[in-house]
């Protein structure tokens, strides 16, 4: 059985300690990876301006064991995780995240990244439905080749609505109540723009600085889905606050920050210290620099933690699911879950042996780039149509839509 990754790390990382001690810069940058084993996991917060960055972290509420930073740019030297926001998805964001791992290592483990849709109240236009829609779009994303050799799972999620939604007052709450009295048609005109919502002249029986106010919380799609919603059956304040909440996907979020990330604290802090490491030894040579790479090469490749984690990515986004028989002989367990080194069904099936020879290239297309050959014995249980075809050529990439 293949030891687990963070005792890898740590006996790879002493074992530089030593080489390194003539050479105190790098014994301290030795050290300070050392001491990271023990500090919280750092989960950056990046994505373009205006991509919500920073009200999606006021609704990341602090987590013990968690660091939450906003960063403008990719890559973010010390964070362990990234949720990479943003509110206009394409092709490119596949591009960028590829561009932006580190060193190969970093590129053949992308178990660090989840894509958020961010403002997802305005897709679709800003009907009604637009959260639906980027639940959808995201959906489709996560089955995308390109994003899935960078990211672990596709999110939509409005911090806005979520926190409007959790924080909903009692006049709010009357004003939309007076709104939705009216009838669709009644309102629908006056929900085409915010000069016409907040209109003074505007026959509406809410007060135009109540509308003002509603509009600024909520924005026009918030309160079109807020008036829905009360229209059919969401009547009472808790209803209405419990509905916006859960359509703002943040919950869907905070599961997969959960499952995919905080679960696996260890195990990501191990990998930051690898590439970490691999970094150093690459930039100050040592006669044992040969043997280190080689060791964290065969540490990454064969990590079954990793292999187990892109699993649980691919199970969450509905990619591949269990042969029968292993679902059912781990449902006294934790179900169809993959649990962190938890040696479920899927890590029994994919650990390489003992003394099954590392295969260098084999496993890194195999556990990470794409997990090719992981997917293979899976293959007959996979729903749905093929992924779409890899990227276009390099010259058609950027800008070009999903
Ligand atoms: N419609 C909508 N607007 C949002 C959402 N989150 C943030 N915004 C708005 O987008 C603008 C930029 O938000 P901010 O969090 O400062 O973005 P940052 O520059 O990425 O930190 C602000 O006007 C926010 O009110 C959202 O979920 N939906
Ligand atoms: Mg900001």
Same mark, same amino acid.
């Given at each position: 059985m293949s030891a687990a990754l963070p005792d890898i790390?740590? %006996?790879?990382?002493?074992?530089?300690?030593?080489?390194?001690?003539?050479?105190?810069?790098?014994?301290?940058?030795?050290r300070r990876e050392l001491e990271r084993f023990e500090e919280p996991l750092r989960i950056a917060v990046a994505g373009p301006p205006r991509a919500g960055k920073t009200t999606l972290l006021g609704e990341l509420a602090a987590r013990r064991g968690v660091i939450f930073t906003e960063t403008p740019? +990719?890559?973010?030297?010390?964070?362990?995780?990234?949720?990479?926001?943003?509110? %206009?998805?394409?092709?490119?964001? =596949?591009?960028?995240?590829?561009d932006a791992q580190v060193s190969t290592l970093a590129r053949a483990t992308p178990v660090d990244t989840i894509v958020v849709l961010s403002r997802a109240d305005e897709f679709g236009g800003g009907?009604?439905? @637009?959260?639906?829609?980027a639940r959808m779009i995201a959906r489709r994303y996560q089955r995308h080749v390109a994003l899935q050799q960078v990211c672990q799972a596709v999110v939509a999620a409005s911090a806005r609505i979520g926190y409007a939604g959790r924080t909903l007052t009692a006049p709010e709450h009357a004003a939309l109540t007076s709104l939705a009295g009216r009838t669709r048609e009644e309102t629908e005109r006056y929900l085409l723009s915010v000069d016409r919502f907040v209109d003074p002249q505007a026959p509406v029986p809410v007060d135009p600085a109540v509308r003002a106010g509603l509009v600024e919380r909520l924005g026009l799609p918030g309160v079109r889905?807020?008036?829905?919603?009360?229209?059919?059956?969401?009547?009472?304040?808790?209803?209405?606050?419990?509905?916006?909440?859960?359509?703002?996907?943040?919950?869907?979020?905070?599961?997969? +920050?959960g499952e995919l990330f905080i679960e696996w604290r260890?195990?990501?802090?191990?990998?930051?210290?690898?590439?970490?490491?691999? =970094?150093?030894?690459?930039?100050? *040579?040592?006669?044992?620099?040969?043997?280190?790479?080689?060791?964290?090469?065969?540490?990454?490749?064969? @990590? %079954?933690?990793?292999?187990?984690?892109?699993?649980?990515a691919a199970l969450r986004a509905g990619r591949t699911r269990l042969? +029968?028989?292993?679902?059912?002989?781990?449902?006294?367990?934790?179900?169809?879950?993959?649990?962190?080194?938890?040696?479920?069904? =899927?890590?029994?099936? %994919?650990?390489?042996?003992?003394?099954?020879?590392?295969?260098?290239?084999?496993?890194?297309?195999?556990?990470?780039?794409?997990?090719?050959?992981?997917?293979?014995?899976?293959?007959?249980?996979?729903?749905?149509?093929?992924? *779409?075809?890899?990227?276009?050529?390099? @010259?058609?990439?950027?800008?070009?839509?999903?």
């Open positions: 790390a740590w %006996h790879l990382l002493t074992g530089a300690l030593a080489s390194y001690r003539d050479q105190p810069r790098a014994a301290a940058a030795v740019t +990719i890559p973010v030297p010390d964070a362990d995780a990234l949720l990479y926001l943003t509110p %206009h998805p394409g092709e490119s964001v =596949a591009y960028e995240l590829a009907r009604v439905d @637009g959260l639906g829609s889905l807020a008036l829905t919603l009360l229209r059919t059956g969401s009547a009472t304040r808790d209803e209405l606050s419990g509905q916006l909440v859960a359509r703002s996907g943040l919950d869907d979020l905070r599961d997969a +920050i260890p195990v990501l802090k191990a990998r930051s210290a690898l590439i970490a490491l691999d =970094a150093l030894v690459r930039a100050q *040579p040592h006669p044992d620099g040969a043997r280190l790479l080689a060791a964290l090469d065969r540490a990454l490749a064969n @990590g %079954h933690e990793l292999r187990e984690l892109r699993l649980l042969p +029968i028989s292993r679902t059912a002989s781990s449902r006294s367990g934790a179900g169809s879950r993959v649990r962190p080194g938890g040696g479920g069904a =899927a890590d029994r099936r %994919h650990r390489p042996g003992p003394g099954r020879p590392a295969g260098r290239g084999a496993d890194r297309r195999a556990g990470m780039g794409g997990g090719r050959r992981r997917r293979r014995p899976l293959a007959g249980a996979r729903r749905g149509p093929p992924a *779409p075809p890899g990227p276009p050529p390099r @010259g058609r990439r950027r800008g070009a839509q999903l």
